[in-house]
């Protein structure tokens, strides 16, 4: 297609608003000689008198940003008008994938696209060069995988993006491509051995998203935790172990979400999956049943098909090794979590429990005795000099106790399942591996809480190794080897890390004021707001109420800090199990 002029119907031009950099692409949709009217890619409609166009409002675009680029770090004009331009026109065209340099963009089509995955695909990206075909998943999976041997050194995919983005996604395509690949290199001997191995990684999948995936306002499988899953590869080249390693399940999902949100799916899951004989054996009821269940008003979706995920759990539970008992007493943890949510306590000189068959029926499905687990809930004992002094708890305290049980028992329960997971996919560490990192995405609600402060802390840290690796020290590089470069200015993330992290950074002092007994979440904001408000990216409302901002990399998010003290000191109650 030939440079566009800014009058010819058709023609993309940009559209210049403010300053030289706020650019809006749009198209010529009409023009009768006098008046020529542009409709923006966001929908906007501009008019404007042919006789008055000013070059400096209205530009060209430039010919090769028409058909869409596909590596972008090609393009002369890049901005992120020129970027979210490309992205959208190839978008337009069913590719999802573009790359920038060696970094590979993805937009979510949140459609099946055909062909894009399967196994012609798998064989064309298998065994060439980064750009030798179009940008795609496969494509970085098999560089990962060459440059195993060409660097001479353990490679790692890093998957970042905002929560709903394809992460999870992306990471499975990564798996299924070096599986794939493996299986090519394999030995006749070694392949039944090796195929196990493979599929047990392969179904940890479904397992580790059943327990850690949640429906969301934003995602109907959102990921809860984060994963590095490492694939041990043979010198050879094929698939020898794996190790997975979790970090920060979000816990309080387990007893409390968010209107519109789900729980973990394992739970619905078991509910809609079990067996009658089970039902029984578990006491299970039906989802709405549970206060655990049913605080957000959404027990189902109509996306998610529960019993046919737990048939695909119960089958990936089977390859990986699972015995019977191992999945029976699974089934009795979780269904004695949802049990436990529904013991409710009445006040008679401290908080008693209401009916006492649910803690006999949650005892007999965790396996602890009644008695234990009623007096752990309605009794706080202290030691004082030496002697234990038992007081009772007021019904506030007691429902928190018996929550932090339930996340204590739920975490404990996914550790073991990733342990077992971990027992039989081990592998001989004797060549390299290659990673995938897939962590939460970053989030921005409407109300942000102690979970989204987390997670997004933790996005920003991601965020902070991307610029150091592909920035910092990609410019060191350039000047041991004598590369004449030219500096690249970037946004660097560190002042802001520094708020979080640092010595009376924010998490240190929510961490003090945790370990306070006075401390409330309101004297924590004045805090906050007492030895932060001049920081550049902390914001302090002019409206003093129960929030605090952070200008994050991907954008400010104001924080509510409501519950915020409550949730930091869960995360040092998995001591409580001590006590059953
Ligand atoms: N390449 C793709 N093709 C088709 N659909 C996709 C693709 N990637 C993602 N999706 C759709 O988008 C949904 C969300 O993707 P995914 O769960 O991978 O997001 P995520 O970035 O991991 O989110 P979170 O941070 O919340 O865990 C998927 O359930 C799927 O329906």
Same mark, same amino acid.
């Given at each position: 297609?030939?440079?566009?002029?800014?009058?010819?119907?058709?023609?993309?031009?940009?559209?210049?608003?403010?300053?030289?950099?706020?650019?809006?692409?749009?198209?010529?949709?009409?023009?009768?000689?006098?008046?020529?009217?542009?409709?923006?890619?966001?929908?906007?409609?501009?008019?404007?008198?042919?006789?008055?166009?000013?070059?400096?409002?209205?530009?060209?675009?430039?010919?090769?940003?028409?058909?869409?680029?596909?590596?972008?770090?090609?393009?002369?004009?890049?901005?992120?008008?020129?970027?979210?331009?490309?992205?959208?026109?190839?978008?337009?065209?069913?590719?999802?994938?573009?790359?920038?340099?060696?970094?590979?963009?993805?937009?979510?089509?949140?459609?099946?696209?055909?062909?894009?995955?399967?196994?012609?695909?798998?064989?064309?990206?298998?065994?060439?060069?980064?750009?030798?075909?179009?940008?795609?998943?496969?494509?970085?999976?098999?560089?990962?995988?060459?440059?195993?041997?060409?660097?001479?050194? +353990?490679?790692?995919? *890093?998957?970042?993006? =905002?929560?709903? #983005?394809?992460?999870?996604? !992306?990471?499975?395509? /990564?798996?299924?491509?070096?599986?794939?690949?493996?299986?090519?290199?394999?030995?006749?001997?070694?392949?039944?051995?090796?195929?196990?191995?493979?599929?047990?990684?392969?179904?940890?999948?479904?397992?580790?998203?059943?327990?850690?995936?949640?429906?969301?306002?934003?995602?109907?499988?959102?990921?809860?935790?984060?994963?590095?899953?490492?694939?041990?590869?043979?010198?050879?080249?094929?698939?020898?172990?794996?190790?997975?390693?979790?970090?920060?399940?979000?816990?309080?999902?387990?007893?409390?979400?968010?209107?519109?949100?789900?729980?973990?799916?394992?739970?619905?899951?078991?509910?809609?999956?079990?067996?009658?004989?089970?039902?029984?054996?578990?006491?299970?009821?039906?989802?709405?049943?549970?206060?655990?269940?049913?605080?957000?008003?959404?027990? +189902?979706?109509?996306? *998610?098909?529960?019993? =046919?995920?737990? #048939?695909?759990?119960?089958? !990936?539970?089977?390859? /990986?090794?699972?015995?019977?008992?191992?999945?029976?007493?699974?089934?009795?943890?979780?269904?004695?979590?949802?049990?436990?949510?529904?013991?409710?306590?009445?006040?008679?000189?401290?908080?008693?429990?209401?009916?006492?068959?649910?803690?006999?029926?949650?005892?007999?499905?965790?396996?602890?005795?009644?008695?234990?687990?009623?007096?752990?809930?309605?009794?706080?004992?202290?030691?004082?000099?030496?002697?234990?002094?038992?007081?009772?708890?007021?019904?506030?305290?007691?429902?928190?106790?018996?929550?932090?049980?339930?996340?204590?028992?739920?975490?404990?329960?996914?550790?073991?399942?990733?342990?077992?997971?971990?027992?039989?996919?081990?592998?001989?560490?004797?060549?390299?591996?290659?990673?995938?990192?897939?962590?939460?995405?970053?989030?921005?609600?409407?109300?942000?809480?102690?979970?989204?402060?987390?997670?997004?802390?933790?996005?920003?840290?991601?965020?902070?190794?991307?610029?150091?690796?592909?920035?910092?020290?990609?410019?060191?590089?350039?000047?041991?080897?004598?590369?004449?470069?030219?500096?690249?200015?970037?946004?660097?993330?560190?002042?802001?890390?520094?708020?979080?992290?640092?010595?009376?950074?924010?998490?240190?002092?929510?961490?003090?004021?945790?370990?306070?007994?006075?401390?409330?979440?309101?004297?924590?904001?004045?805090?906050?707001?007492?030895?932060?408000?001049?920081?550049?990216?902390?914001?302090?409302?002019?409206?003093?109420?129960?929030?605090?901002?952070?200008?994050?990399?991907?954008?400010?998010?104001?924080?509510?800090?409501?519950?915020?003290?409550?949730?930091?000191?869960?995360?040092?109650?998995?001591?409580?199990?001590?006590?059953?």
């Amino acid at each position: 297609m030939a440079e566009s002029d800014v009058t010819t119907v058709g023609s993309r031009v940009w559209l210049v608003k403010g300053s030289p950099d706020d650019l809006t692409p749009a198209t010529v949709t009409q023009c009768d000689g006098v008046e020529v009217v542009y409709q923006t890619d966001y929908g906007e409609e501009q008019r404007m008198w042919m006789n008055e166009i000013d070059p400096n409002q209205v530009k060209p675009m430039n010919g090769v940003l028409l058909q869409g680029v596909e590596d972008m770090a090609k393009m002369t004009e890049l901005n992120q008008a020129s970027i979210l331009c490309n992205l959208n026109t190839r978008y337009q065209q069913n590719e999802i994938y573009t790359y920038i340099g060696s970094i590979l963009i993805s937009v979510n089509p949140y459609k099946r696209l055909h062909d894009l995955y399967d196994e012609k695909t798998l064989a064309r990206y298998t065994n060439k060069d980064l750009g030798e075909e179009s940008p795609h998943v496969f494509a970085i999976a098999n560089e990962c995988y060459t440059c195993l041997w060409k660097r001479e050194e +353990s490679q790692c995919v *890093l998957i970042s993006g =905002e929560s709903g #983005a394809g992460k999870t996604e !992306a990471t499975k395509f /990564i798996l299924k491509f070096i599986s794939n690949i493996s299986r090519q290199r394999s030995g006749k001997v070694e392949e039944e051995n090796g195929k196990s191995i493979e599929k047990s990684i392969l179904e940890s999948g479904p397992v580790l998203e059943a327990l850690g995936n949640a429906k969301t306002v934003y995602n109907n499988n959102s990921s809860r935790f984060g994963k590095f899953v490492q694939l041990l590869i043979s010198e050879s080249g094929q698939i020898k172990g794996g190790r997975i390693t979790d970090c920060i399940l979000a816990k309080h999902r387990v007893v409390r979400q968010n209107p519109g949100e789900r729980n973990y799916h394992i739970f619905y899951q078991l509910i809609q999956g079990a067996t009658p004989e089970q039902r029984d054996r578990l006491f299970l009821m039906e989802p709405g049943e549970y206060h655990y269940l049913n605080q957000s008003g959404c027990v +189902s979706d109509p996306t *998610l098909n529960d019993a =046919e995920d737990w #048939a695909a759990l119960e089958q !990936a539970l089977n390859v /990986i090794g699972f015995k019977d008992g191992q999945k029976q007493d699974m089934m009795s943890v979780l269904s004695g979590i949802l049990h436990l949510g529904n013991v409710s306590f009445m006040n008679a000189g401290g908080a008693q429990v209401v009916d006492t068959d649910v803690i006999d029926r949650t005892s007999q499905l965790l396996g602890i005795d009644s008695e234990r687990l009623e007096a752990v809930m309605k009794e706080r004992t202290m030691k004082l000099r030496g002697e234990n002094i038992t007081s009772p708890q007021s019904i506030d305290q007691a429902c928190d106790s018996r929550d932090s049980i339930a996340m204590a028992v739920y975490s404990q329960l996914f550790r073991w399942i990733i342990s077992k997971i971990n027992h039989r996919i081990k592998g001989p560490d004797d060549f390299y591996f290659i990673g995938i990192l897939d962590i939460f995405g970053f989030e921005n609600f409407k109300i942000n809480r102690f979970e989204q402060f987390c997670i997004n802390f933790a996005n920003e840290k991601l965020q902070e190794f991307f610029n150091r690796h592909i920035f910092s020290l990609e410019q060191i590089e350039y000047n041991k080897e004598g590369i004449d470069w030219c500096d690249v200015e970037w946004a660097d993330n560190s002042e802001c890390l520094d708020l979080v992290e640092k010595n009376l950074g924010l998490m240190s002092l929510i961490n003090e004021e945790s370990r306070f007994p006075k401390g409330t979440d309101k004297s924590l904001l004045n805090k906050l707001h007492n030895q932060h408000a001049k920081n550049q990216f902390y914001v302090k409302p002019r409206v003093i109420g129960l929030e605090f901002g952070i200008k994050h990399y991907a954008g400010e998010v104001m924080y509510n800090v409501t519950g915020f003290l409550e949730k930091n000191r869960d995360t040092f109650r998995d001591d409580l199990l001590g006590l059953l």
